[in-house]
């Protein structure tokens, strides 16, 4: 049985991957709006990625015959001042979703609860795989400043990006 400060953080995360997926959508519609809809549709994938997220969060408490509990979030921000500020916003912001992270697995295993630990392996691994994403994408945002032609070539490659939920996970 989860102790009700773990159930209290995992949900508190489960908000935060939902708030994610708003975000990114948020950043989506700025890019939209910039007529870049290849950065457009990187973010409504990475959108549904967080919403897969917060839905693993939703049937693990579930299963572990917790309580589930849905909280609002605060607007995200609709203002960027470039298509490289918004990447460094969500870099930014998956840092964040990091700390946050390792403080639930550090509670895990103050509390010796090795199911949620097992279960946030896996979110630990996907951190280290969604940082360095955006930090390889700010690296060829930056290296396409100057050459308006690289940044469409960008956007014609993200265009191309797909969500799909990892194969051998049943909880979407």
């Known amino acids: 049985m989860l102790s009700e400060k773990l159930v209290a953080k995992l949900n508190e995360q489960l908000n935060y991957e939902f708030y994610s997926s708003h975000l990114y959508l948020s950043m989506a519609a700025y890019c939209a709006g910039e007529n870049l809809d290849g950065f457009a549709n990187f973010f409504l994938v990475q959108a549904e990625e967080e919403k897969f997220h917060g839905m693993k969060f939703f049937h693990f ?17 609709a203002k960027y001042q470039s298509v490289l500020h918004v ?10 979703v990091t700390k946050n992270i390792y403080a639930l697995m550090e509670l895990a295993t103050e509390e010796k609860e090795y199911a949620t630990i097992s ?12 940082e ?41």
């Not at 917790?66 to 607007?75: H, K, L, M, Q, V």
């Not at 990447?87 to 964040?96: I, P, Q, S, T, Y």
């Not at 279960?119 to 969604?130: A, G, I, K, P, Y």
């Open 87 to 96: 990447f460094e916003e969500a870099l930014k912001h998956e840092k964040f």
């Open 132 to 172: 360095s994403m955006f930090n390889n994408l700010i690296q060829k945002i930056k290296a396409a400043a100057s050459d308006p032609s690289a940044l469409l070539l960008l956007d014609m490659e993200l265009a191309k990006r797909t969500f799909t939920p990892p194969a051998a996970d049943t909880t979407n």
């Open 119 to 130: 279960f946030l392996n896996w979110f630990v691994d996907e951190q280290v795989e969604e």
């Open 61 to 77: 408490i579930d299963d572990k015959d917790a309580t589930i509990r849905f909280s609002g979030f605060e607007d995200p921000s």
